[in-house]
Nanobody, 121 residues
Framework: QVQLEESGGGLVQAGGSLRLSCAASGNIFRLNAMGWYRQAPGKQRELVATITTGGSTNYADSVKGRFTISRDNAKNTVYLQMNSLEPEDTAVYYC???????????????WGQGTLVTVSS
């Protein structure tokens, strides 16, 4: 079945960079908008960035100018380049995908397993 595989999280010092990847696999008829969300300890999950199939992007104010979301439609993969990281960016980052199943041709929204990003001061 369809699944999302995340990678790229880790420990980094403030001011450093990380690149997250999320690849969708399985019987996918159409992969639509994708995005990244994050959940910090003791906080609710929040939107970080989204990107449409055509490449239109949207960012949370807290990451604007520091993070860049992109996608490779041929590989069904979305990326999040994170620069100038701050301790406040510490969270579990979750990939999100909106798609149409190649089996049922029904719309689904899926979440990745999450990848931990820790930024030290």
């Amino acid at each position: 079945q369809v699944q999302l595989e995340e990678s790229g999280g880790g420990l980094v010092q403030a001011g450093g960079s990380l690149r997250l990847s999320c690849a969708a696999s399985g019987n996918i008829f159409r992969l639509n908008a994708m995005g990244w969300y994050r959940q910090a300890p003791g906080k609710q999950r929040e939107l970080v960035a989204t990107i449409t199939t055509g490449g239109s992007t949207n960012y949370a104010d807290s990451v604007k100018g520091r993070f860049t979301i992109s996608r490779d439609n041929a590989k069904n993969t979305v990326y999040l380049q994170m620069n100038s990281l701050e301790p406040e960016d510490t969270a579990v980052y979750y990939c999100n995908a909106n798609l149409v199943s190649g089996v049922t041709y029904k719309y689904f929204q899926l979440w990745g397993q999450g990848t931990l990003v820790t930024v030290s001061s």
